[in-house]
């Protein structure tokens, strides 16, 4: 059974930095893409990024390009996202998803991933 299990979320004030993981197992981490992507209050779930098998390539949503920063670490099966220069629009409900394929995705794809995890919140104060 796949389980996906986001952490780091918090309250930060503007032009700060957090840094989002997420715990995967279940299946071999290292085979398949996997993604960050938020939910603010009465909008619609978004991407984020997105980051290949390998971590070789990577994607952003045009709002965190430069600031956010998607990793992983294969030794840990854990997803990272790095989050500077916070703004306030970045508040949200933060979750990880993977795929069941190596390529990573761009802003759209939410409904090629199989698997979610709970979410972690990120609230940035101005």
């Known amino acids: 059974q796949v389980q996906l299990v986001e952490s780091g979320g918090g309250l930060v004030q503007a032009g700060g930095s957090l840094r989002l993981s997420c715990a995967a197992s279940g299946r071999t981490f290292s085979r398949y893409a996997m993604g960050w992507f938020r939910q603010a209050p009465g909008k619609e779930r978004e991407f984020v990024a997105s980051i290949n098998s390998i971590g070789s390539m990577t994607s952003y949503s045009d709002s965190v390009k430069g600031r956010f920063t998607i990793s992983r670490d294969y030794a840990k099966n854990t997803l990272y996202l790095q989050m500077n220069s916070l703004k306030s629009e970045d508040t949200a409900m933060y979750y990880c998803?993977?795929?069941?394929?190596?390529?990573?995705?761009?802003?759209?794809?939410?409904?090629?991933?199989?698997?979610w995890g709970r979410g972690t919140q990120v609230t940035v104060s101005s």
């Open positions: 998803a993977t795929r069941s394929s190596p390529y990573h995705t761009g802003y759209g794809a939410e409904g090629e991933y199989d698997y």
